[in-house]
């Protein structure tokens, strides 16, 4: 028994003794709104300690009482009698046998585990605690705050992802790049679109991109879509296995930063008035050549 017991007491030990710090470095960090679970742990290691060292002691008692030798299946004998199952020894089956009979079957008024009954005791007490600390003192976050602290901390993850992932950007996300990406924008702009849009944007084979009229909308996210997939159909070829999608960014922003450039020769109109304030789409004349 000893031997076990000195085997058995330092893990357990340094198991609460561990709990115990993480409870104290939790409560130190003031962000950190579990350091009550961390305390709650420590405390249930601490008691399921004392529980097994009582079953021990308790166990080696009455293996002393009854005079017989420890051995790992008389220690599990007696353990088992007396905290696990709490069962009566069957010469003593008819003291505790209840009264009423069903067909020559008769029930024995056996205790409850006392595991079982322990851990019934258990869960009223968390039960009170969590009436207390979430309805009385409300001094834990309730579902929906728990849900919306929640969200913020994964919006801010999502936020740092894509700054660190610059390429993690579609026609849904997108937004208008710095100057930088501004910058890189012309240079893949005057690489492969000027032959067909003109070297200012004014047009050519392609839609003058300097004015307020769209073909296939004209917002940034417009603009993003129709480089990455191209408009196949009217010649021009999707861009997406060409550039990254924080190539495109940069390409579509520096697009965006051509309107009202008014450069000479530029090509008639084509498509749909789109106005930036209010980002709807205005029917144009139908005067105007398409």
């Known amino acids: 028994m000893r031997t076990i017991f000195k085997y058995i007491a330092p893990s357990l030990l340094f198991t ?3 709990a115990t710090a993480s409870a104290q470095e939790a409560t130190n960090n003031a962000k950190n709104p579990d350091a009550w679970l961390y305390w709650t742990t420590a405390v249930v290691l601490l008691v399921i300690f004392f529980f097994l060292a009582v079953v021990l002691y308790s166990a080696n008692s009455v293996l002393r009482k009854e005079s017989k030798s420890f051995t790992v299946k008389n220690w599990w004998t007696t353990i088992n009698r007396q905290f696990f199952t709490k069962a009566v020894p069957v010469e003593s089956e008819e003291d505790i046998l209840l009264e009423h009979d069903y067909d020559g079957i008769r029930e024995l008024d056996n205790a409850l585990p006392p595991w079982w009954k322990y ?3 258990f869960t009223i007490a968390v039960a009170a605690l969590y009436i207390l600390r979430y309805h009385v003192w409300k001094t834990g976050p309730d579902p929906q705050q728990e849900y919306d602290q929640e969200m913020k901390v994964a919006a801010a993850q999502i936020e740092e992802y894509r700054k660190k992932a610059g390429d993690m950007v579609d026609e849904k996300t997108v937004t208008m790049a710095d100057a930088t990406g501004i ?3 012309d240079k893949i702009f005057h690489s492969n679109c000027f032959a067909c849009h003109g070297a200012k944007g004014e047009g050519g084979v392609g839609p ?3 004015d ?3 073909l296939h909308g004209g917002s940034i996210n417009d603009v993003f879509k129709t480089i990455k997939f191209g408009v196949p159909e009217k ?22 930063t051509l309107a009202g450039t008014n450069p000479p020769n530029a090509k008639a109109p084509q498509g749909d008035v789109f106005q930036e304030a209010s980002t709807t789409i205005v029917k144009k004349d139908s005067t105007v050549t398409k």
């Open 119 to 121: 851990g019934f005791y």
């Open 208 to 210: 003058n991109l300097t």
């Open 235 to 256: 010649g021009m070829q999707a861009w997406e296995k060409t550039y990254s999608p924080a190539q495109i960014k940069n390409l579509a922003s520096y697009i965006k």
């Open 183 to 185: 910058a890189e924008g």
């Open 212 to 214: 307020n009229y769209w």
């Open 16 to 18: 609460v003794i561990s």
